[in-house]
């Protein structure tokens, strides 16, 4: 697959896994799973961060256990598997214990390096030129994060009496729609107003639509949310 990024063809990566902070608080380990590489030609520090990864797993190894489909070009070191076993492994562990489908929207990664590579089992990734002095610093302005907080927001409020406010991405939709073949994009951010706080809202995943999303696509649903919430304040005696 195209990624923006080439990883050197001798140098080795660095998988990193794990949530444990090995640093104290004023410390530079921030504990998220990423794959550092060296940037082929610049030799900078390259990353790769994922998006809701499942597993994740390396091996020595200057061959690939797969076979490529059509002929392959310089650079190219990231591939997908299609109809992999192992995504079919991991998506039968977690509806057996967590009900929780991956076929359908994660899929098999593999990075090729010189002597091993490195596979993934993720929802997306994203690829950055990582800061060498704070390496694990985690990535500015990924694509993930909430957008930031200085945007300015449109107000409304819901029937059910919840203020909520809508900030949009200040990202063009063509850049959006680029960066989401790679993991998704935020071009919209809903934010609670409660209590005279504001704050994003929720987390996960509420509705899917193809294409470029807009807030109306979401309407329904979003005015069910905020009914609930609503209810439970009132429960609450708020």
């Known amino acids: 697959m195209s990624v923006p990024l080439t990883a050197d063809s001798v140098a080795p ?13 004023s410390g530079r380990d921030e504990s998220y799973p990423a794959v550092f590489f060296e ?21 020595r190894g200057e061959l690939l ?12 070191w990231v591939f997908t598997v299609a ?12 509806m057996q214990r ?34 060498p002095s704070r390496p694990f610093d985690r990535p500015a302005q990924h694509p993930l994060d909430l957008l930031p907080g200085g945007l300015p927001g449109d107000r409304h409020r819901s029937p059910s009496g919840i203020e909520w406010e809508l900030r949009r991405s200040p990202r063009a939709d063509s850049e959006l729609i680029d960066g989401s073949h ?17 704050r994003p809202w929720p987390s996960g995943e509420l509705a899917r639509r193809d ?10 649903v979003w005015e069910a949310c905020l009914a609930a919430i609503a209810e ?7």
Not at 83 to 94: C, M, Q, T, V
Not at 100 to 117: G, R, S
């Open 13 to 25: 990566p660095r998988l990193v896994y794990g949530s444990l902070d090995m640093a104290p608080a």
């Open 39 to 59: 940037i082929a030609g610049s030799g900078s520090l390259g990353r790769i961060t994922f998006e809701g990864l499942d597993a994740v797993k390396a091996a």
């Open 65 to 76: 256990p797969y076979d490529t489909a059509g002929p392959r070009t310089a650079g190219d």
């Open 83 to 94: 109809e992999s076993p192992w995504l079919a492994e991991r998506h039968d562990y977690e």
């Open 98 to 131: 967590y009900s929780t489908p991956l076929l359908e929207t994660y899929l098999h990664y593999v990075f090729q390096f010189h002597d091993e590579f490195v596979e993934a089992i993720a929802e997306g990734i994203w690829l950055d030129a990582a800061d």
């Open 182 to 198: 790679l993991c998704s994009q935020r071009a919209w951010q809903f934010n609670l107003v409660l209590d005279g706080r504001t």
């Open 211 to 220: 294409g470029l999303a807009q807030p109306s696509d979401f309407a329904e």
């Open 232 to 238: 439970r304040r009132r429960a609450m005696g708020r």
